[in-house]
């Protein structure tokens, strides 16, 4: 029996994390385009392509198989061996700007519906946090050696939420750099503070928005920085954010985000992308789930 068992739950799980969400794993400013509502449209939406019994049946499996499908890759990310890519995004972020990663080497990349598949939130470098004034509060100092080491970005994934170097956010396909907007310095200080107080928490293997004692790449910046009022959908009676919903908030310059850049690779190189094609990768993607 078990034998039998076993697959159809790790099968339950692929659609539960195709169906909900999965967070495993510069650029110049965009040139300007008018968002695509047609392409656009479907982003988000028609997520549940499995029966709840399956779905249910899975979340109770979640963390102990979710963890194995995180490990899922057969190749590095098409920007991992190209260092000018990375530089080129390094170069534009600021702290707390949102980092999203489209990783298609990833089984989770490949599951989860759209185009991005996670989010994490560049912290910054000393230097950053010191000019932001918060370098020598309580809340910082225990983990400055690994910022000094590289370690400038917070996510939440697998392993709960960390700080993870450039080399491990940006070995992915593609990324979108969105910032938020602050209304005084007073709250982006307060806004770092809160996201380094996350680190540690645990990974939310449901993907559940309204979690209280764990979270996922999404939650966690919902979490954090409430006021942008992220959106949300339902699926399989959960809610939860999808990275590429956060995306679309940006090209339409809604939910306080703006889209910065947006770099995209290949096996032959890569490109500082427009908001065009960003448009036009969110769409693509989002219309091979239809019928």
């Known amino acids: 029996m078990r034998s039998i068992l076993s697959p159809l739950l790790l099968v339950a799980l692929l659609g539960l994390t195709l169906a909900a969400q999965g967070c495993m794993r510069s650029a110049p400013a965009p040139t300007a385009a008018a968002p695509s509502q047609a392409t656009l449209a479907r982003c988000c939406t028609d997520m549940e392509d499995y029966p709840r019994w ?12 979710g963890t194995v499908l995180s490990h899922a890759a057969w190749r590095s990310g098409h920007l991992k061996s190209k260092q000018a890519a990375q530089d080129a995004v ?3 972020l600021q ?15 490949r599951l989860i519906p759209g185009l991005f598949g996670h989010a994490a939130i560049y912290l910054g470098t000393e230097q950053d946090l010191q000019r932001l004034g918060i370098s020598a509060s309580p ?3 225990p983990h400055l050696a690994r910022i000094r ?3 400038v970005f ?11 170097p450039s080399s491990i956010v940006l070995n992915t396909d593609a990324v979108a750099i969105l910032r ?19 680190l540690g928490m645990r990974f939310d293997f449901l993907f559940n928005v309204d979690s209280t004692d764990c979270t996922f790449c999404a939650e966690l910046i919902h979490r954090v920085m409430p006021q942008l009022d992220l959106p949300i959908t339902e699926i399989y009676g959960v809610r939860t954010i999808m990275p590429d919903s956060l995306a679309v908030s940006a090209i339409r310059k809604q ?18 992308a427009s908001m065009a094609d960003l448009i036009r990768d969110i769409g693509r993607d989002w219309a091979r789930r239809q019928p």
Do not use: C, N
């Open 139 to 141: 809340e910082v100092k």
């Open 54 to 65: 399956f779905v249910d049946m899975a979340r109770t499996v979640a963390p102990v198989l």
């Open 180 to 198: 938020p907007h602050f209304d005084s310095l007073q709250q982006r200080r307060r806004t770092a503070l809160d996201f380094v107080a996350t």
């Open 90 to 92: 390094m170069d534009v």
């Open 95 to 109: 702290p707390l700007d949102i980092v999203l990663v489209s990783s298609k080497g990833r089984g989770s990349g």
């Open 149 to 151: 080491s590289g370690h």
């Open 255 to 272: 939910h306080g985000l703006v889209l910065v850049g947006y770099v995209k690779g290949d096996r032959k190189g890569w490109r500082q």
């Open 154 to 164: 917070i996510e939440a994934d697998a392993k709960g939420v960390h700080l993870s």
